[in-house]
């Protein structure tokens, strides 16, 4: 009996020794349960708890919790007291013992422990049971209560939906619970729960117990040292902590950044305060030779060749951070000379940027090829010696200053610049020499034999030759857009602007003046017209016959004038886009049956040509002004008849594409290539060799008309001819009217 009671007592004390947080409940009753089936002569063991899972009682088990009381039956039977210890008994037991769980006034659970042997649970043995029980009642107990500080205190529980990663750690840094946000640590919340807060961020539980009242700590985090959050926390009780992680890095800055310097050729590190690497990204293999992970976990400290230097520039990354050059001493006894920026990075961290130092080798490479590159480049590149004096220049440092190459090569450069731009060449060199490359300089040279300054961007390089010596410096310079450029520029856009404007009201005041003149021109010459009327008629006493005559040719005349007037008038309103046009459905097969078409149709056959109409079978309506329309259908006839002396006039009318296509086509004179082109010109009219020019020939007008009224109606018109066999005449009108944009 010694032997079990002990073993009951050992359990009992491990139970109480075990880290109540480190281990769940389920885990704690296994132990128990575990602990007890193990004990010589228990041969099973059944717990089940009630305070939070509620699981289901037997008979027997509900009456000890209820009663508080423990029920033990060491001569098990089919006529024992229960049920449940009668299903015991026709399992092989002979004893059993049921043991409610109360602890701090509260029924946790009950625990029913059988043997297969008799008279098993002695009193000695009950009373250790007990105790072993019971302590496991208050331990669970005890992490209830925790729990509830956890999730009762009343600001946690308002802050914990907050999307903001929070975590509840123990005082060992341990996580006992992390909102759902706590995910934005990299972790999943649910795996948070038991890992120490070390393996979250770069912090120990110390640490975090500094960060009170309110004290905000930036911490990176350990598993990406580009990550860096602000901590703060606050006591819930005296177990437990409720952390709150606030990110302030940009993670978009960050990936923009990483990215950025994997093409950069440096490296960026983190270090912790004693300089070992804990990051590392950029081009570790192109500048320091090693891979990225040969290189964490080292101290840079170790790899450079003046560690008292480096030391120094370490103490100013407390305080901001600076640079300095240094060699580093690689395996395989590589060394590069490198530049080293370091900068503070967190409350515990350093960055640095490690950059090569080849450049002036670079350089060296660019002036041996720079021919080419001086040469094409519209920037002006001035190779000088390391004394300042020229030795090359490109061909747009002579356009932009005004010298030729004897002239320029072998001056002190100094001398090109103007006023105190001379010094200041002068330091930008003596700073080139120290640091390699100055830039971004404003600069005025001045222009060769004048007072004129021409302003400059510029940058002024060291060149080294093969033994890494100076041999001069390299000034590229990009003309700024001065004032004097903008000035020239504005003048040129005003002249031009001024221009246009006096070619437009030029027209328009040609086309108003003709318009003017033509209307003033119509009412004499219709009273020409009319008085010439009255007195052919005799009203004002008899003519003869030769008066008559006369009179008969000052009317025809004024007539013609009066037409002559009209289409001028007809031009000068078309070209000025005052006119507005009638717009119909026009069917054009019923438009050439109009009277001053057919008419015209006569005047040729009296001419002896032969007149043919072909239109084609259902052509659809246009939109158009068939009044207009006429009028270019006249012309174009018209002209055809004029110049036609034997043969034919065909009007051809057809669907082409989203178009009518209208043709006047004749047997006639032709018009050469030449011609063709001015033939749509105002008053151009064709000089036809041995024609003599007919009596009330045109006008010249007619053509521009048409033309007009075409173009007004958004179609083409144009001509194909040969010299002597006759010309075709063409326009379009499309179906969809462009002007009015619907049918
Ligand atoms: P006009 O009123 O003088 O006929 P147009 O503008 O109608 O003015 O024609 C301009 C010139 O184009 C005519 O003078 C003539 O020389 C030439 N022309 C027009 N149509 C034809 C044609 N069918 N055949 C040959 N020449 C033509």
Redo the contacts with the bound molecule.
């Keep these: 009996m010694q032997e079990e009671t002990n073993a009951v007592l050992k359990i009992a004390l491990g139970l109480f020794d075990m880290d109540k947080l480190s281990i769940n409940d389920d885990e704690l009753s296994k132990r128990l349960v575990e602990g007890l089936r193990s004990v010589n002569g228990i041969d099973d063991a059944k717990l089940k708890l009630v305070l939070q899972k509620k699981e289901e009682l037997l008979p027997l088990e509900e009456y000890a919790i209820n009663m508080a009381k423990q029920y033990r039956d060491n001569r098990l039977s089919s006529y024992s007291e229960f049920g449940d210890l009668v299903s015991y008994y026709n399992q092989g037991y002979k004893s059993s013992m049921v043991i409610p769980i109360i602890a701090i006034g509260k029924r946790v659970g009950v625990i029913t422990l059988l043997s297969r042997k008799e008279e098993y649970f002695s009193d000695e043995l009950a009373s250790y049971l007990n105790i072993a029980v019971q302590l496991f009642g208050l331990q669970l107990m005890n992490r209830e209560e925790n729990a509830k500080n956890v999730s009762l205190a009343k600001y946690f529980d308002a802050a914990f939906n907050a999307a903001v990663p929070q975590l509840i750690v123990d005082r060992k840094g341990y996580v006992v619970k992390a909102n759902k946000s706590a995910n934005m640590l990299g972790i999943a919340a649910k795996a948070l729960s038991g890992m120490n807060i070390k393996e979250i961020l770069d912090i120990d539980s110390n640490m975090l117990e500094t960060l009170k009242n309110g004290v905000v700590g930036t911490v990176r985090s350990t598993n990406d040292p580009f990550r860096i959050f602000a901590v703060s926390q606050n006591s819930v009780n005296e177990n437990v902590m409720h952390v709150v992680i606030n990110e302030i890095t940009d993670k978009k800055i960050i990936e923009e950044q990483k990215a950025m310097l994997a093409r950069l050729n440096n490296v960026f590190l983190m270090l912790d305060n004693n300089t070992t690497i804990i990051a590392v990204e950029g081009n570790p293999d192109l500048v320091m030779k090693s891979g990225r992970e040969s290189l964490l976990g080292r101290k840079l400290a170790d790899m450079i060749k003046d560690k008292e230097a480096f030391g120094k520039l370490v103490e100013t990354a407390r305080s901001g951070g600076g640079s300095g050059e240094f060699t580093m001493l690689l395996d395989n006894n590589i060394s590069i000379d490198t530049k080293i920026d370091i900068f503070k990075n967190g409350v515990y961290g350093i960055s640095c940027i490690v950059s090569p130092l080849y450049y002036e080798r670079y350089t060296k490479r660019l002036e041996e090829n720079i021919d080419d590159i001086i040469k094409s480049s519209s920037d002006i590149i001035i190779i000088i010696d390391q004394f300042g004096y020229v030795k090359r220049v490109n061909k747009s440092t002579l356009d932009m200053l005004g010298y030729n190459e004897q002239e320029i090569v072998g001056t002190a450069i100094s001398s090109l610049y103007y006023a105190d731009a001379a010094q200041k060449i002068e330091n930008a060199m003596s700073m080139a020499k120290q640091n390699g490359n100055v830039s971004n300089l404003f600069m005025n040279m001045k222009r060769n034999g004048t007072d004129e300054v021409v302003p400059f961007e510029q940058s002024v390089r060291k060149l080294v030759n093969e033994g890494n010596e100076l041999s001069g410096y390299m000034i590229v310079g990009r003309e700024l857009a001065t004032k004097r450029v903008i000035s020239r520029m504005e003048d040129e856009i005003e002249r031009i602007t001024r221009d246009a404007e006096k070619f437009k009201s030029e027209s328009d005041l040609k086309t108003q003046f003709i318009y003017n003149i033509s209307h003033d021109l119509k009412t004499p010459i219709t009273n020409i017209k009319g008085f010439s009327k009255l007195l052919y008629n005799g009203d004002f006493g008899e003519l003869n016959g030769e008066q008559k005559n006369y009179l008969q040719i000052i009317a025809d005349e004024a007539d013609r004038l009066l037409s002559l007037i009209q289409?001028i008038l007809d031009v000068a309103k078309l070209s000025s886009g005052k006119i507005k046009l009638d717009m119909q459905q026009v069917d054009i097969k019923k438009l050439v049956e109009n009277p001053s078409i057919t008419a015209l149709k006569e005047v040729a056959e009296g001419k002896g040509l032969m007149f043919g109409l072909n239109v084609e079978y259902n052509l659809p309506t246009v939109t158009a002004d068939p009044n207009r329309l006429i009028q270019v259908f006249v012309?174009?006839i018209?002209?055809?008849i004029?110049?036609?002396e034997k043969g034919s006039i065909m009007l051809n009318i057809y669907k082409k594409g989203k178009s009518i296509r209208v043709e006047?086509k004749?047997t006639?004179?032709?018009?050469s290539k030449e011609?063709q082109r001015r033939?749509?010109r105002k008053f151009?009219?064709?000089?036809?060799k041995g024609l003599v020019k007919q009596e009330g020939?045109?006008?010249?007008?007619?053509?521009?008309?048409?033309k007009e009224i075409i173009n007004l109606h958004g179609g083409k018109i144009g001509?194909v001819?040969e010299l002597g066999k006759?010309?075709t005449?063409w326009f379009t009108i499309p179906l969809i009217s462009r002007k009015k944009g619907k049918q």
């Design positions: 289409q012309n174009l018209n002209n055809a004029k110049f036609t006047v004749d006639g004179i032709g018009i011609e033939l749509f151009y009219q064709v000089q036809h020939a045109g006008t010249g007008l007619g053509l521009s008309i048409a001509i001819s006759g010309s005449f």
